[in-house]
């Protein structure tokens, strides 16, 4: 699978997400923003480590 988001992409969005009060619940997001998930998937070795990288953007 090839990552349709870059990296920063990925990371952003996953801000707007925290931002705007929504659960970062990998299952719910899993229905609601599928290709979130797989290109952070892409990107780190667990959804945890996305969410541990947000901070460095």
Partial sequence: MDASMSVV???TNIQELKN????L???KL???HPE???NALFYFP???HALQNVDSI
């Fill in 30 to 32: 899993k229905q609601s």
């Fill in 46 to 48: 667990s959804w945890e």
């Fill in 25 to 27: 619940n990998k299952k």
């Fill in 9 to 11: 992409d990925v990371l």
């Fill in 20 to 23: 705007s009060g929504q659960s």
């Fill in 36 to 38: 979130l998930i797989q």
